[in-house]
């Protein structure tokens, strides 16, 4: 074996072997179970200064008139957790940062006592504020509610590890005073109701426009139906025009059939009266055509010169009218 591979097998043989990364858990991650300053604490034990200030980057938080990187850690901490319990996409993004960063709860899926979690809160490995964060994890998910206050308990003595550093060089930043705080909140509400307000006053225009457009079309719509209604009613008229035009012209027409019926009423009764006197007559003529008449002289036949029946057929018979019987009637009947 040469030289160069003893010294490759050498460093391999020195080299660490490689650390196995830990899977991301999927448990819960109940964040608005904590209250907004305990939630700052959490965040604090979390994340590194820097880190905080990425994730406020990229939820693009500010402070009016202070810079981020001149704020104290605890304050740039709180208000993410201000965002976190207003806004559901800070939740998400928050949410999958932790996991990053702590990777899992502290052991997740045994049954934990009281002693364990005091015995955890004394005695552990590794970074010491991740420990303590992956303790109150494990605590704000534990089924009985008493275990639950652990996770307070885990959050204060991780500020008190940060601040234990701070007694010996220099204290830390006072956070701003509850008015300040108060004012500044106010004030990014305020900004968030304008937003708002400019967006409803958005919407609304477009509402008042689309309405408008409505109420223009329904008066186009009203102003034919109007038209439309002018025009039935002008035919309606004329309509009752011409029907009592013709109930007056069927009246006139009545009355003259009805006069008609009348005359020809008249003209019946005098033909029937003339039948009646006509047979009267005849019934007399009888009469005397039945006595006996005294013998006369026997008249001297007289050939008739009558035509054939081929000459009869030919012969044509007039036909009168109803108007010529009803004038002969005032004739005399000699005539």
Same mark, same amino acid.
């Given at each position: 074996?040469?030289?160069?591979?003893?010294?490759?097998?050498?460093?391999?043989?020195?080299?660490?072997?490689?650390?196995?990364?830990?899977?991301?858990?999927?448990?819960?991650?109940?964040?608005?179970?904590?209250?907004?300053?305990?939630?700052?604490?959490?965040?604090?034990?979390?994340?590194?200064?820097?880190?905080?200030?990425? $994730?406020?980057?990229?939820?693009?938080?500010?402070?009016?008139?202070?810079?981020?990187?001149?704020?104290?850690? /605890?304050?740039?901490?709180?208000?993410?957790?201000?965002?976190?319990?207003?806004?559901?996409?800070?939740?998400?993004?928050?949410?999958?940062?932790?996991?990053?960063?702590?990777?899992?709860?502290?052991?997740?899926?045994?049954?934990?006592?009281?002693?364990?979690?005091?015995?955890?809160?004394?005695?552990?490995?590794?970074?010491?504020?991740?420990?303590?964060?992956?303790?109150?994890?494990?605590?704000?998910?534990?089924?009985?509610?008493?275990?639950?206050?652990?996770?307070?308990?885990?959050?204060?003595?991780?500020?008190?590890?940060?601040?234990?550093?701070?007694?010996?060089?220099?204290?830390?930043?006072?956070? $701003?005073?509850?008015?300040?705080?108060?004012?500044?909140?106010?004030?990014?509400?305020? $900004?968030?109701?304008? /937003?708002?307000?400019?967006?409803?006053?958005?919407?609304?225009?477009?509402?008042?426009?689309?309405?408008?457009?409505?109420?223009?079309?329904?008066?186009?719509?009203?102003? /034919?139906?109007?038209?439309?209604?002018?025009?039935?009613?002008?035919?309606?008229?004329?309509?009752?025009?011409?029907?009592?035009?013709?109930?007056?012209?069927?009246?006139?027409?009545?009355?003259?059939?009805?006069?008609?019926?009348?005359?020809?009423?008249?003209?019946?009764?005098?033909?029937?009266?003339?039948?009646?006197?006509?047979?009267?007559?005849?019934?007399?003529?009888?009469?005397?055509?039945?006595?006996?008449?005294?013998?006369?002289?026997?008249?001297?036949?007289?050939?008739?010169?009558?035509?054939?029946?081929?000459?009869?057929?030919?012969?044509?018979?007039?036909?009168?009218?109803?108007?010529?019987? /009803?004038?002969?009637?005032?004739?005399?009947?000699?005539?």
């Amino acid at each position: 074996m040469g030289k160069k591979e003893k010294q490759k097998a050498a460093a391999a043989a020195a080299a660490p072997a490689p650390v196995e990364e830990i899977p991301i858990s999927a448990a819960p991650l109940p964040l608005l179970k904590l209250e907004a300053r305990a939630l700052g604490e959490f965040f604090e034990l979390c994340f590194a200064d820097k880190r905080l200030l990425e $994730l406020c980057g990229e939820l693009r938080l500010y402070s009016p008139g202070y810079r981020l990187e001149a704020m104290p850690p /605890d304050q740039v901490a709180r208000m993410l957790a201000d965002e976190v319990r207003a806004a559901k996409d800070a939740q998400q993004l928050i949410d999958k940062a932790i996991r990053d960063a702590l990777r899992n709860p502290v052991l997740e899926g045994k049954p934990l006592t009281a002693d364990h979690y005091r015995d955890l809160l004394e005695v552990f490995t590794g970074d010491p504020l991740q420990h303590l964060a992956r303790l109150a994890w494990r605590a704000l998910i534990d089924d009985d509610e008493k275990l639950r206050e652990y996770a307070l308990a885990a959050i204060d003595l991780g500020v008190e590890a940060l601040d234990a550093p701070a007694r010996t060089q220099k204290p830390r930043k006072p956070q $701003l005073s509850s008015d300040v705080q108060e004012l500044r909140k106010k004030t990014e509400e305020a $900004l968030k109701d304008a /937003d708002r307000s400019a967006k409803e006053r958005d919407s609304m225009r477009d509402q008042l426009a689309q309405a408008r457009s409505e109420i223009s079309a329904r008066e186009k719509t009203l102003a /034919d139906v109007r038209d439309e209604l002018g025009q039935v009613r002008g035919e309606l008229t004329r309509a009752s025009a011409e029907l009592a035009r013709l109930t007056a012209a069927g009246e006139g027409r009545a009355l003259s059939e009805a006069r008609r019926l009348s005359d020809e009423n008249r003209s019946l009764s005098e033909k029937l009266r003339a039948a009646a006197e006509e047979r009267d007559e005849l019934r007399d003529e009888l009469k005397s055509a039945q006595r006996p008449a005294p013998a006369a002289p026997q008249p001297v036949a007289v050939e008739e010169d009558l035509p054939s029946a081929e000459e009869a057929a030919t012969f044509l018979i007039p036909i009168f009218t109803r108007e010529f019987y /009803d004038s002969i009637q005032s004739w005399d009947r000699r005539m």
